[in-house]
């Protein structure tokens, strides 16, 4: 069983910048996949950005350009760097590792968008 937390999540204003963390407490390099999901009110939970253990990445049309997903194998920590935030990115944020997705899910942490 693997236990992920997520971090850095707060109040951003529009046109700001955030970092998320998601520490795993095993060896992420273990996992084909790494991902970033959030949930706004009322809304489904949605993929923002995925990254294998090769490096590949992908996004989300809505956050292509704008957000940055990484790895450190080295410190089994997951990031995404948030940059030029819409009040539209506004949600609980999850991180999720595994061989496919969903495996293991963190518990989310609160991302709020407003001036």
């Known amino acids: 069983q693997v236990q992920l937390v997520e971090s850095g999540g707060g109040l951003v204003q529009p046109g700001g910048s955030l970092r998320l963390s998601c520490a795993a407490s095993g060896r992420i390099s273990s996992f084909n996949h790494m991902g970033w999901y959030r949930q706004a009110p009322g809304k489904q939970r949605e993929l923002v950005a995925g990254i294998s253990k090769f490096g590949v990445t992908f996004y989300a049309d809505s956050v292509k350009g704008r957000f940055t997903i990484s790895r450190d194998n080295a410190k089994n920590t997951g990031y995404l760097q948030m940059d030029s935030v819409k009040a539209e990115d506004t949600a609980v944020y999850y991180c999720?590792?595994?061989?496919?997705?969903?495996?293991?899910w963190g518990q989310g942490t609160q991302v709020t968008v407003s001036s």
């Open positions: 999720d590792l595994g061989n496919t997705p969903g495996d293991y």
